[in-house]
């Protein structure tokens, strides 16, 4: 089933619209104060998750990749929220000012040799909303790898985990 939100009014089939006005938007607004007007267009799952083609949320746009919407964002200070999990490697540029919000969600930055899955160049503040498994990690599992989560500016980590299971270096 696919769910539209326009405003107060909503399109689509199934059970996704049964549970729109109580479930669906209220997750939604739970995921970073999205305004009515927004559009999203994807499928609410049993499990309440999103799985529109778009990863991440910011400034009341998705977007499909991390990379995309840090690029948006450029030096104002931001919330970027991941709406699903995501495999890619991140860079936050020096001028950048960014919180990222896993949002229960996994980023994971691969076995990519000699790439972090975060590289921190600016200001970036991680946390996870929902407080229920949002991780950062590489998936070397054993071998030799890299880092997680390369910090060249300042960074805090507010609530998530962080995940390396890289072997002998």
């Known amino acids: ?14 059970a996704a619209i049964r549970q729109l006005n109580s479930t669906l938007k209220q997750n939604i607004l739970d995921l970073g104060k999205i305004k009515e007007e927004n559009v999203f ?10 799985s ?11 977007y ?3 990379a ?13 929220t991941l709406l699903k999990n995501t495999n890619e490697n991140i860079t936050i540029p020096e001028t950048a000012n960014v919180v990222l919000d ?12 000699g790439k972090a899955a975060v590289t921190n160049n600016g200001t970036l503040i991680i946390k996870d909303s929902k407080g229920n498994g949002g991780v950062i990690k590489r998936e070397d599992n054993g ?11 300042t960074m805090t980590i507010e609530s ?7 072997g002998p270096m």
């Open 68 to 80: 995309e919407a840090i690029e948006k964002a450029g030096t104002t200070a931001s919330t970027i």
């Open 52 to 62: 529109g083609e778009n990863t991440v949320y910011y400034n009341g746009t998705t």
């Open 102 to 113: 896993l949002n229960g969600n996994v980023l994971s930055g691969g076995t990519a040799t």
């Open 1 to 14: 089933a696919k769910v539209t939100i326009a405003g107060n009014t909503s399109t689509g089939s199934g």
């Open 64 to 66: 499909k990749t991390l």
């Open 160 to 166: 998530g985990r962080i995940e390396n299971k890289t």
């Open 143 to 153: 071998a030799q790898g890299y880092y997680t989560i390369d910090n060249q500016g």
């Open 41 to 50: 267009e994807g499928e609410l799952l049993t499990d309440n998750t999103y």
